[in-house]
């Protein structure tokens, strides 16, 4: 079973070893998680699939200093938002070009052909659904553009503190809805 | 200093916290809060499994089929490996002397004395060169393990490093406990220098007051690790810098700041 299909620990396990085949192995199983949330930050092609590899190579760089205490996937996902964030704070041109609105990128996570194949990804979009319209834009334009709060209130024509307040309310309904689905 | 925060405080700003958009000042009184407050980390674990769960129901792509083998032979290249593989190829695949049957006795004696010598030479310097790569692979993974514990030390606390120039990519990250001397670097996107030069780190106080923060080099991509021992507990530096300097280090600066920042 464990040759068969190792799991997430056993190849970061090898690849601190140097191991590629088990790199190539956590690519496969990994990539397309990683390069659709890429592609969902980015919107670009070229950069999501440059930060793609970005991560899969620091993985591998530091796959013997991982220790696992959640699913591997979480953690690769997290180092993918992150790495996105601040990259996309960093591109100063972007303010400039910008012409995605928070609807557009709810467009991204509420397509059927996303979410169809997963109970977990429905109750997702069942409680981002069931968010207040303002709410859901403040944290899609902080969560999947990297946008920070003061940007957002800019972009919205918002008070900053409204934002802050509408981010973490949307934050706290989703806690409570997407841990509620869990618990039953 | 920042006042320390009530749980109430800290569990307000946690959703910031999560999406990276706190100020230096209230990062630092919120890491300081999380690493005392079992209640509040239990908090910021629940944000974060949301935030998981928001991150796996995006729209799902396909990635570029060349970018696996990109990857992989991006690995192969990779920084421990780099500096010494090449040649270990090339000497494996040295032709060896045969001996023809029409070469007299003494000369195929002579060549095969030589050539046992010339392989049992090989054998000995691929051993040195493998033995080598293996203490850098260790060295590397000391490095990580110390920065592994850092980042997921309570009272660690992270200085971001970057640079004056705004077309440029070079980024750092320091990782500090503030009343202790140890402190785990991590750059990324810095130019990779000539085998004569290196990029050493400086910690600066008061006017113009500065200590050596050690010597390191980047890899290919321009990655790099560096784990400090400060002569001072980092509670009394300002300012670091990492500048280009000769690959044995420098007694000053003497050349302009790459990346920098504020502890």
Known sequence: MDDAYPTDATLLARMAHRDPKALDTFYMRHARAVFSLAMTMFKEHTRATDLTQEVFLLVWQSAGAYQPTGSARAWLLRLTRNRAIDELRRDRRRLANETVLPQQALHALSAPVALADAAERQAVRDALAALPAEQRDALFLAFFQGLSHQEIATRLRTPLGTIKARIRRALQTLRQQLQGEQGH | ?263
């Open chain 2, 1 to 263: 200093m920042a006042a320390p925060l009530s749980c109430d405080q800290c569990e307000e700003l946690l959703p910031d916290y999560l999406l990276r958009a706190l100020e230096p000042e209230a990062l630092r009184a919120v890491t300081e809060h999380l690493s005392t407050c079992e209640r509040c980390s239990a908090q910021l674990a629940a944000y974060e499994a949301v935030l998981d769960q928001l991150g796996q129901a995006v729209l799902q792509h396909e990635p570029p089929a060349e970018l696996r083998s990109r990857l992989l032979a991006a690995a192969r290249e990779g920084p421990a490996l780099t500096p010494t593989a090449p040649e270990f190829i090339r000497l494996r695949r040295q032709p060896t002397w045969r001996p023809r049957w029409a070469f007299l006795l003494t000369a195929a004696n002579v060549v095969l004395c030589l050539s046992v010598g010339w392989w049992t030479w090989q054998v000995q310097r691929e051993a040195a060169l493998v033995h080598q790569r293996w203490q850098d692979v260790q060295h590397q993974l000391a490095l990580q393990r110390q920065a592994f514990t850092l980042i997921t030390a309570p009272e660690a606390r992270p200085v971001v490093l970057r640079s004056d120039k705004p077309d440029s990519r070079a980024r750092g990250l320091l990782l500090l406990k503030p009343d202790d001397p140890h402190a785990v670097l991590i750059v990324e996107d810095l130019p990779p220098l000539p085998q004569d030069r290196a990029y050493q780190v400086w910690l600066g106080w008061g006017d113009r007051q500065r200590d050596n923060g050690g010597v390191f080099r980047v890899d290919a991509q321009g990655f790099g690790l560096l784990n400090i021992t400060a002569p001072q507990p980092f509670t009394t530096y300002q300012r670091v810098g990492i500048t280009e300097e000769p690959a044995s280090g420098s007694p000053g600066p003497t050349s302009p700041r790459v990346i920098g920042g504020t502890p």
